[in-house]
């Protein structure tokens, strides 16, 4: 199997698996990196020494984070038990790093709004969601018209992490906001389909089950891209949402004008609405539903910031007051 060849192999064993698109793009640029760090050499002909070597490298050398680490491993068993179909079996010194844990950068309510001050238009409506709904901020760029329920007080979160879809509350402060912010976004759509263009790409097979489906409101992105890009299969001028990082840079370059000496980034929000809300007296049960958990283990970890800690301890030198 050439070079080129495997990598096609990789994706098509991917997509077979139900990977998602991140997740395997993610392990083809590991398997690239692994591959050029041992000289182009076919993976074929290199074993779980080479595997456990290069993993020393990135832990000793470049520094990344034991996530990161866990990846590039993941990646490469992949590639050897579903791709070459030569397991790596047991090595010696190969084995998943041990992820440390980190607390969460959490803001207090007016550290929020000193933020959301600080930002405007599309990122402010977008951050806006993230801390009042809860929303990961992939989550938010992927957000379907139909998927904004105004009468419900509710958004329909389809297939996220881990592939499960959600339902969290959608918050009444950013309803006139977001409902105004829509009618400007179905003039776009509009105007991008009286000029042959305003479809959107579709889940699934939908494109042939329903293929008027791609220009219907309801399958418009909330936030979409400010360009439209050519589709080669369906040759055709599509709209994709907003990128990430529109909203991440506001957001960082917001949190610095500031001036609240905190590092702020676009998941600061989510775990900021989750932390409120305990502080607040909701169930961790229900935040649980609302964040998307697998395990309340994971909710869990932001009590520690309760005002009477995550065992409702109170400090020695605060008894006697």
């Known amino acids: 199997m050439s070079s080129s060849r495997l990598l096609v192999v990789v994706r098509d064993r991917a997509a077979v698996r139900r990977y998602s698109p991140r997740t395997t793009q993610a392990y083809v640029q590991w398997i690239v990196r692994y591959v050029r760090w041992n000289g182009l050499r076919h993976p074929a002909s290199l074993s779980g020494v080479e595997v456990r070597d290069f993993l020393t490298y990135l832990a000793r050398e470049r520094h990344v984070a034991a996530s990161t680490q866990n990846q590039a491993l993941a990646a490469l068993q992949f590639l050897y038990r579903d791709v070459l179909e030569q397991p790596l079996g047991e090595v010696s010194g190969l084995a998943a790093a041990r992820r440390p844990v980190h607390l969460p950068n959490v803001l207090s309510r007016e550290g929020v709004q000193r933020v959301l001050a600080c930002l405007s238009g599309v990122p402010l409506l977008m951050a806006q969601l993230m801390y009042g709904s809860g929303v990961r901020l992939q989550e938010c760029c992927q957000l379907r018209v139909k998927d904004v329920d105004f009468d419900r007080g509710e958004l329909r979160l389809r ?145 520690h910031v309760l005002n009477r800690g995550g065992l409702g301890v109170r400090s020695p030198l605060d008894l006697g007051r």
């Open 159 to 303: 297939r996220g992490k881990g592939d499960r879809d959600r339902v969290t509350v959608l918050p009444g402060a950013v309803s006139v906001p977001l409902r105004a912010h829509l009618v400007r976004v179905r003039a776009v759509m509009a105007r991008r389909a009286a000029r042959g263009g305003g479809f959107v790409e579709l889940p699934g097979a939908l494109d042939r089950k329903i293929p008027r489906a791609s220009r219907q409101w309801g399958w418009c992105w909330v936030f979409p891209a400010a360009r439209e890009y050519w589709h080669v299969e369906s040759q055709s001028r599509r709209t994709h949402h907003i990128h990430p990082t529109v909203a991440q840079r506001a957001v960082a370059e917001s949190g610095r004008r500031s001036g609240i000496g905190q590092r702020v980034g676009c998941h600061t929000f989510r775990h900021s609405f989750a932390t409120h809300l305990l502080e607040s007296g909701a169930d961790i049960r229900t935040v649980q539903e609302l964040l998307g958990h697998r395990d309340v283990k994971t909710t869990m970890l932001y009590t």
